[in-house]
């Protein structure tokens, strides 16, 4: 079956570098993204990375993905502030319905 | 529109009573996509539109839950004798063609039943 679990809480100091961490189950996913969710705010695409890539870089942020492991992670450097938000890890087969995870929050410490 | 519209935003209602939640896509995108996020969990998919056909309603939880998409643009969400368990943030999304990868949410409606 379908599904994505990750870790729900992570705090992490201003300036360092924050790491989520995901795991999936369908080995046939086409798609795997990262999507972050503001208070107020609607769902942001963040990134998304194609299944048979293990790597993609996008300004501060940073997507491996090990496909023998089903394991992606999200690497976001310098946190700032502006970065507390709820992470969600997601999956998809292409045009049809993405499978997200819980959702990790991220709190930043001053 | 400059993105998905959903209205209302907000709808409290009583259990047993019907309610609509209506989605605005994209100007131009054909696909369109409903969610359910409850407090503390990730969305989950509900329905998957292409067009004015439902591609995909495997995610509709049981038959209270019903969508249209009668000319392939705004969409409709209708939900029958409305349960408490109902209570959730419904979240519209579209895409040009078809995409996940270029699907872009809506700020939901937020439904509470009583």
């Known amino acids: 079956g379908e599904d994505v679990e990750q870790s729900l809480f992570l705090s992490v100091r201003e300036g360092d570098s924050s790491v989520i961490n995901c795991t999936y189950t369908?080995?046939?996913?086409?798609?795997l993204y990262w999507y972050k969710q503001e208070p107020g705010a609607g769902l942001q695409l963040l990134t998304y990375i194609f299944s048979n890539m293990d790597m993609k870089q996008d300004q501060r942020l940073t997507v491996l993905l090990n496909k023998k492991d089903k394991h992606l992670s999200l690497r976001i450097a310098d946190t700032q502030t502006g970065d507390s938000a709820i992470y969600f890890c997601a999956e998809s087969m292409g045009e049809d319905k993405i499978i997200f995870g819980k959702g990790t929050r991220l709190h930043i410490l001053p | 529109g400059a993105g998905v519209s959903q209205t209302p935003s907000n709808k409290v209602t009583e259990k047993g009573k019907y309610v609509e939640l209506r989605c605005d896509p994209i100007?131009?995108?054909?696909?369109l996509y409903w969610y359910r996020q409850s407090l503390g969990q990730g969305p989950e998919f509900l329905i998957y539109f292409q067009g004015t056909g439902a591609a995909d309603d495997s995610g509709l939880p049981n038959d209270r839950f019903f969508a249209v998409r009668p000319e392939g643009s705004v969409s409709t969400l209708k939900i029958q004798r409305t349960e408490r368990g109902d209570s959730a943030v419904y979240l519209c999304?579209?895409?040009?063609?078809?995409?996940?990868?270029?699907?872009?949410f809506g700020q939901g409606t937020r439904l509470t039943v009583v």
């Open positions: 999304a579209s895409s040009l063609t078809g995409g996940a990868t270029e699907a872009f």
């Open positions: 100007s131009g995108h054909t696909a």
């Open positions: 369908d080995s046939s996913s086409t798609y």
